[in-house]
Protein backbone atom coordinates (compact mmCIF):
# COMPACT_ATOMS: atom_id res chain seq x y z
CA UNK A 1 0.00 0.00 0.00
CA UNK A 2 2.29 2.87 -1.60
CA UNK A 3 2.04 5.89 0.37
CA UNK A 4 0.31 4.80 3.50
CA UNK A 5 0.90 6.60 6.77
CA UNK A 6 0.94 6.25 10.61
CA UNK A 7 -2.37 6.15 12.22
CA UNK A 8 -3.84 9.88 13.74
CA UNK A 9 -3.26 9.03 16.64
CA UNK A 10 0.59 8.01 16.99
CA UNK A 11 1.93 11.17 18.30
CA UNK A 12 3.33 12.00 21.39
CA UNK A 13 0.51 11.78 24.31
CA UNK A 14 0.01 13.61 27.98
CA UNK A 15 0.48 11.98 30.97
CA UNK A 16 -3.17 12.19 32.09
CA UNK A 17 -4.18 9.51 29.57
CA UNK A 18 -1.93 7.19 31.55
CA UNK A 19 -2.58 8.77 34.88
CA UNK A 20 -6.25 8.14 34.54
CA UNK A 21 -5.93 4.70 33.12
CA UNK A 22 -3.86 3.98 36.81
CA UNK A 23 -6.71 5.48 38.83
CA UNK A 24 -9.58 3.12 37.33
CA UNK A 25 -7.01 0.11 37.69
CA UNK A 26 -6.79 1.78 41.82
CA UNK A 27 -10.68 1.79 42.29
CA UNK A 28 -11.15 -1.55 40.65
CA UNK A 29 -8.52 -2.77 43.48
CA UNK A 30 -5.92 -3.12 40.81
CA UNK A 31 -1.88 -2.53 41.77
CA UNK A 32 -1.40 -0.33 38.93
CA UNK A 33 2.11 -1.17 38.45
CA UNK A 34 0.05 -4.56 36.46
CA UNK A 35 -0.51 -1.89 33.91
CA UNK A 36 2.91 -0.12 33.70
CA UNK A 37 4.12 -3.57 32.78
CA UNK A 38 6.57 -3.76 29.81
CA UNK A 39 5.72 0.22 29.11
CA UNK A 40 9.43 1.63 30.65
CA UNK A 41 6.96 4.27 32.79
CA UNK A 42 7.00 4.58 36.49
CA UNK A 43 3.75 6.29 38.09
CA UNK A 44 5.39 9.20 38.95
CA UNK A 45 6.39 9.65 35.73
CA UNK A 46 2.98 10.56 34.89
CA UNK A 47 2.25 11.91 38.08
CA UNK A 48 4.77 14.93 36.16
CA UNK A 49 1.80 17.24 33.79
CA UNK A 50 4.93 17.82 31.44
CA UNK A 51 5.74 14.19 30.71
CA UNK A 52 4.61 12.79 27.84
CA UNK A 53 3.96 9.16 26.66
CA UNK A 54 4.18 7.03 23.29
CA UNK A 55 1.00 5.70 21.75
CA UNK A 56 2.42 2.16 21.78
CA UNK A 57 3.16 2.86 26.03
CA UNK A 58 -0.68 3.72 26.21
CA UNK A 59 -1.67 0.75 24.25
CA UNK A 60 0.67 -1.37 26.64
CA UNK A 61 -1.08 -0.41 29.76
CA UNK A 62 -4.98 -0.95 28.26
CA UNK A 63 -4.38 -3.98 27.40
CA UNK A 64 -2.27 -4.65 30.70
CA UNK A 65 -6.12 -2.82 32.37
CA UNK A 66 -8.08 -5.43 30.32
CA UNK A 67 -6.10 -8.04 30.59
CA UNK A 68 -6.50 -8.63 34.13
CA UNK A 69 -9.98 -7.16 34.79
CA UNK A 70 -11.63 -8.38 31.15
CA UNK A 71 -12.92 -5.84 28.50
CA UNK A 72 -16.02 -5.02 30.66
CA UNK A 73 -18.28 -2.86 29.51
CA UNK A 74 -18.11 0.58 30.85
CA UNK A 75 -14.56 0.29 32.00
CA UNK A 76 -13.74 3.12 29.55
CA UNK A 77 -16.38 4.94 30.15
CA UNK A 78 -14.96 5.17 33.55
CA UNK A 79 -11.83 6.33 32.93
CA UNK A 80 -12.85 8.59 30.78
CA UNK A 81 -15.12 10.78 32.88
CA UNK A 82 -11.95 11.24 34.98
CA UNK A 83 -11.41 13.91 32.21
CA UNK A 84 -11.28 17.31 32.88
CA UNK A 85 -10.64 20.87 30.89
CA UNK A 86 -6.95 20.99 32.16
CA UNK A 87 -6.41 17.43 30.77
CA UNK A 88 -6.76 18.76 27.76
CA UNK A 89 -4.29 21.24 27.96
CA UNK A 90 -4.01 24.55 25.29
CA UNK A 91 -6.43 22.38 23.05
CA UNK A 92 -9.03 22.59 25.73
CA UNK A 93 -8.63 26.64 25.84
CA UNK A 94 -8.60 26.66 22.01
CA UNK A 95 -11.97 24.98 22.07
CA UNK A 96 -13.25 27.43 24.88
CA UNK A 97 -11.91 30.62 23.30
CA UNK A 98 -13.55 29.88 19.40
CA UNK A 99 -15.81 32.44 17.88
CA UNK A 100 -18.64 29.75 17.33
CA UNK A 101 -19.81 26.65 18.34
CA UNK A 102 -18.94 25.57 14.52
CA UNK A 103 -15.21 26.88 14.83
CA UNK A 104 -15.10 25.04 18.41
CA UNK A 105 -15.92 21.76 16.08
CA UNK A 106 -13.10 22.50 13.24
CA UNK A 107 -10.62 22.93 16.04
CA UNK A 108 -12.08 19.65 17.65
CA UNK A 109 -11.30 18.10 13.72
CA UNK A 110 -8.48 19.20 13.28
CA UNK A 111 -6.43 18.54 16.86
CA UNK A 112 -8.31 15.55 17.75
CA UNK A 113 -5.12 14.08 18.19
CA UNK A 114 -3.99 16.80 20.94
CA UNK A 115 -7.33 15.47 22.86
CA UNK A 116 -5.81 11.66 23.12
CA UNK A 117 -8.36 10.79 20.96
CA UNK A 118 -8.29 7.66 18.72
CA UNK A 119 -10.67 8.56 16.20
CA UNK A 120 -11.54 11.12 13.56
CA UNK A 121 -13.85 13.62 12.95
CA UNK A 122 -15.04 14.94 9.80
CA UNK A 123 -16.31 18.81 9.28
CA UNK A 124 -20.07 19.06 10.16
CA UNK A 125 -22.97 18.13 7.20
CA UNK A 126 -25.00 21.18 7.67
CA UNK A 127 -28.41 20.50 6.59
CA UNK A 128 -31.25 21.85 9.05
CA UNK A 129 -32.67 21.36 11.23
CA UNK A 130 -29.40 19.19 12.28
CA UNK A 131 -25.70 19.23 11.82
CA UNK A 132 -24.41 15.64 11.27
CA UNK A 133 -20.43 15.20 12.89
CA UNK A 134 -19.27 11.81 10.89
CA UNK A 135 -16.59 10.26 13.21
CA UNK A 136 -14.17 7.51 11.78
CA UNK A 137 -12.75 4.92 14.47
CA UNK A 138 -11.17 2.63 12.11
CA UNK A 139 -8.01 3.41 13.24
CA UNK A 140 -8.63 1.80 16.40
CA UNK A 141 -6.72 -1.40 17.68
CA UNK A 142 -9.76 -4.00 17.46
CA UNK A 143 -8.46 -5.44 20.67
CA UNK A 144 -9.00 -2.30 23.04
CA UNK A 145 -12.16 -0.96 20.66
CA UNK A 146 -14.76 -1.31 23.17
CA UNK A 147 -12.65 0.92 25.84
CA UNK A 148 -10.81 3.31 23.36
CA UNK A 149 -14.75 4.14 22.34
CA UNK A 150 -16.29 4.73 25.33
CA UNK A 151 -13.19 6.58 26.69
CA UNK A 152 -13.33 8.86 24.00
CA UNK A 153 -17.39 8.84 24.13
CA UNK A 154 -16.50 9.95 27.76
CA UNK A 155 -14.16 12.66 27.38
CA UNK A 156 -16.79 14.07 24.96
CA UNK A 157 -19.94 14.31 27.56
CA UNK A 158 -17.43 15.71 29.81
CA UNK A 159 -16.38 18.77 27.77
CA UNK A 160 -19.50 19.29 25.70
CA UNK A 161 -21.32 21.10 29.04
CA UNK A 162 -18.35 23.33 29.02
CA UNK A 163 -18.73 24.53 25.76
CA UNK A 164 -21.98 24.93 26.13
CA UNK A 165 -21.92 27.40 29.23
CA UNK A 166 -24.12 27.27 32.63
CA UNK A 167 -26.63 29.45 31.05
CA UNK A 168 -27.66 27.93 27.92
CA UNK A 169 -30.49 26.39 26.89
CA UNK A 170 -31.21 22.72 28.04
CA UNK A 171 -29.85 20.84 24.17
CA UNK A 172 -30.17 17.52 22.96
CA UNK A 173 -27.33 15.51 20.76
CA UNK A 174 -27.77 12.37 19.52
CA UNK A 175 -25.00 9.52 19.03
CA UNK A 176 -25.59 6.89 16.52
CA UNK A 177 -23.41 3.68 15.89
CA UNK A 178 -23.08 1.62 13.09
CA UNK A 179 -21.14 -1.71 15.00
CA UNK A 180 -20.68 -0.85 18.73
CA UNK A 181 -22.70 -0.53 21.69
CA UNK A 182 -22.37 2.24 25.17
CA UNK A 183 -22.96 0.76 28.53
CA UNK A 184 -25.50 3.87 28.97
CA UNK A 185 -28.26 4.50 26.35
CA UNK A 186 -29.36 8.27 27.85
CA UNK A 187 -26.62 10.78 29.64
CA UNK A 188 -27.71 14.03 31.17
CA UNK A 189 -24.91 16.44 32.13
CA UNK A 190 -26.37 19.83 33.48
CA UNK A 191 -27.37 21.33 30.46
CA UNK A 192 -26.89 18.49 27.87
CA UNK A 193 -28.97 15.54 27.00
CA UNK A 194 -26.92 12.55 24.98
CA UNK A 195 -29.25 10.28 23.48
CA UNK A 196 -27.12 7.19 21.90
CA UNK A 197 -28.47 4.82 19.36
CA UNK A 198 -27.86 2.72 16.44
CA UNK A 199 -27.89 3.85 12.90
CA UNK A 200 -25.99 3.54 9.04
CA UNK A 201 -22.41 5.38 10.55
CA UNK A 202 -20.93 6.31 13.19
CA UNK A 203 -21.69 10.32 13.66
CA UNK A 204 -23.07 12.98 16.61
CA UNK A 205 -25.82 14.59 15.21
CA UNK A 206 -26.47 18.12 16.71
CA UNK A 207 -29.24 21.18 16.34
CA UNK A 208 -27.67 22.74 13.42
CA UNK A 209 -28.75 26.01 15.10
CA UNK A 210 -25.94 25.29 17.43
CA UNK A 211 -23.29 25.53 14.98
CA UNK A 212 -23.55 29.17 14.23
CA UNK A 213 -24.13 30.00 18.22
CA UNK A 214 -21.00 32.19 20.04
CA UNK A 215 -19.15 30.33 22.87
CA UNK A 216 -19.46 31.82 25.92
CA UNK A 217 -16.14 32.34 26.45
CA UNK A 218 -15.35 33.94 23.02
CA UNK A 219 -12.06 35.34 22.41
CA UNK A 220 -11.09 35.55 18.89
CA UNK A 221 -7.24 36.92 19.72
CA UNK A 222 -7.06 34.11 22.27
CA UNK A 223 -8.31 31.71 19.97
CA UNK A 224 -6.03 32.48 17.14
CA UNK A 225 -2.93 32.21 20.01
CA UNK A 226 -4.43 29.04 21.25
CA UNK A 227 -4.89 27.49 17.76
CA UNK A 228 -0.95 28.71 16.98
CA UNK A 229 0.17 26.87 19.80
CA UNK A 230 -1.72 24.03 19.13
CA UNK A 231 -0.26 23.69 15.57
CA UNK A 232 3.11 24.03 17.37
CA UNK A 233 2.55 20.90 19.81
CA UNK A 234 1.31 18.96 17.21
CA UNK A 235 4.09 19.05 15.16
CA UNK A 236 6.45 19.17 17.89
CA UNK A 237 5.14 15.56 18.95
CA UNK A 238 4.35 13.68 15.92
CA UNK A 239 8.40 14.29 15.56
CA UNK A 240 7.94 12.01 18.54
CA UNK A 241 6.37 9.18 17.52
CA UNK A 242 8.92 7.07 19.12
CA UNK A 243 11.06 4.59 16.99
CA UNK A 244 7.42 2.14 17.22
CA UNK A 245 6.36 4.55 14.80
CA UNK A 246 9.42 4.10 12.46
CA UNK A 247 8.83 0.43 12.61
CA UNK A 248 4.84 0.80 11.92
CA UNK A 249 5.03 2.84 8.69
CA UNK A 250 7.79 0.28 7.08
CA UNK A 251 5.37 -2.45 7.72
CA UNK A 252 2.25 -0.38 6.19
CA UNK A 253 4.55 0.65 3.48
CA UNK A 254 3.60 -1.87 1.00
CA UNK A 255 0.76 -4.48 1.63
CA UNK A 256 1.79 -6.43 -1.24
CA UNK A 257 5.26 -7.79 1.01
CA UNK A 258 5.06 -6.77 4.59
CA UNK A 259 8.37 -7.26 5.91
CA UNK A 260 10.24 -9.51 8.12
CA UNK A 261 12.01 -8.21 11.60
CA UNK A 262 15.60 -9.38 10.00
CA UNK A 263 14.24 -7.03 6.70
CA UNK A 264 13.43 -3.98 8.61
CA UNK A 265 16.32 -4.47 11.02
CA UNK A 266 18.71 -4.33 8.09
CA UNK A 267 16.90 -1.09 6.23
CA UNK A 268 17.52 0.38 9.76
CA UNK A 269 21.28 -0.24 9.91
CA UNK A 270 20.29 -2.12 13.53
CA UNK A 271 20.45 -5.86 14.50
CA UNK A 272 17.64 -7.38 15.18
CA UNK A 273 18.24 -7.65 18.89
CA UNK A 274 18.64 -4.00 19.30
CA UNK A 275 15.53 -3.44 17.01
CA UNK A 276 13.66 -5.59 19.88
CA UNK A 277 15.18 -3.88 22.54
CA UNK A 278 14.78 -0.35 21.36
CA UNK A 279 10.69 -1.33 20.72
CA UNK A 280 10.47 -2.90 24.29
CA UNK A 281 11.61 0.15 25.21
CA UNK A 282 8.65 2.36 24.05
CA UNK A 283 6.18 -0.86 25.33
CA UNK A 284 5.93 -2.93 21.93
CA UNK A 285 7.09 -5.68 20.64
CA UNK A 286 7.78 -6.19 16.18
CA UNK A 287 4.66 -8.82 16.69
CA UNK A 288 2.55 -7.00 18.22
CA UNK A 289 3.06 -3.96 15.86
CA UNK A 290 2.63 -6.81 12.88
CA UNK A 291 -0.58 -8.10 14.35
CA UNK A 292 -1.68 -4.15 14.34
CA UNK A 293 -0.17 -3.71 11.04
CA UNK A 294 -1.92 -6.61 9.60
CA UNK A 295 -5.93 -5.76 11.30
CA UNK A 296 -5.89 -2.61 9.93
CA UNK A 297 -4.46 -3.61 6.51
CA UNK A 298 -6.96 -7.16 6.33
CA UNK A 299 -10.40 -4.56 5.92
CA UNK A 300 -8.55 -3.19 3.15
CA UNK A 301 -7.82 -5.83 1.15
CA UNK A 302 -10.99 -7.63 2.05
CA UNK A 303 -13.09 -4.38 1.01
CA UNK A 304 -10.62 -4.41 -2.64
CA UNK A 305 -12.15 -7.78 -4.04
CA UNK A 306 -9.60 -9.89 -2.67
CA UNK A 307 -10.59 -12.89 -1.77
CA UNK A 308 -10.16 -14.23 1.86
CA UNK A 309 -7.41 -16.74 0.67
CA UNK A 310 -5.97 -14.14 -1.39
CA UNK A 311 -5.86 -10.95 1.63
CA UNK A 312 -4.36 -14.19 4.09
CA UNK A 313 -1.33 -14.85 1.56
CA UNK A 314 -0.93 -11.04 1.16
CA UNK A 315 -0.87 -10.33 4.84
CA UNK A 316 2.38 -13.13 5.21
CA UNK A 317 -0.24 -15.99 6.50
CA UNK A 318 1.15 -19.67 6.08
CA UNK A 319 -2.11 -20.68 6.41
CA UNK A 320 -5.60 -19.07 5.54
CA UNK A 321 -7.05 -20.74 8.48
CA UNK A 322 -4.17 -18.24 10.53
CA UNK A 323 -5.62 -15.50 9.16
CA UNK A 324 -8.99 -16.65 10.05
CA UNK A 325 -8.17 -17.20 13.74
CA UNK A 326 -6.43 -13.67 13.38
CA UNK A 327 -9.41 -12.07 12.15
CA UNK A 328 -11.71 -13.79 14.60
CA UNK A 329 -9.43 -12.10 17.66
CA UNK A 330 -9.70 -8.48 15.86
CA UNK A 331 -13.30 -8.27 15.40
CA UNK A 332 -15.36 -11.15 16.51
CA UNK A 333 -16.15 -12.70 13.10
CA UNK A 334 -14.53 -14.58 10.46
CA UNK A 335 -12.89 -12.53 7.39
CA UNK A 336 -15.71 -14.38 5.14
CA UNK A 337 -18.47 -12.26 6.92
CA UNK A 338 -16.38 -9.09 6.29
CA UNK A 339 -16.54 -9.05 2.81
Known sequence: ???????????ALSSATGRHILETARRRGLDPTVCLAGTGMTAEQLQDPATEIYASQELTMIRNLIGRLGDQPGLGMETGMQYNLADTGIFGYALM????????????????????????????????PEAVIIFDDSQIPRDIRRFVSERDFAIMLRLL???????????????????????????????LTVVVGTGPRN???????????????????????????????????RTRRGFSATVRTRLIQDSAEIPSMTTVAKELC?????LHRRLAGEGTSYRALLDEVRAA?????????????????????????????????????PPSRRR
Open 1 to 11: MPGAVAPMWDV
Open 97 to 128: ASPTFGDAIDVACRYAALADSYVCLEAPEVTA
Open 161 to 191: PLLLGANTTPVTVRMELADLEMPVDTVTLDN
Open 203 to 237: ALILPSDLVERSMPAADAQTAAICIRQCEELLNRR
Open 270 to 274: ITERT
Open 297 to 333: LAGELLKSGLTVEETAQRLGYSETAAFTRAHIRWNGH
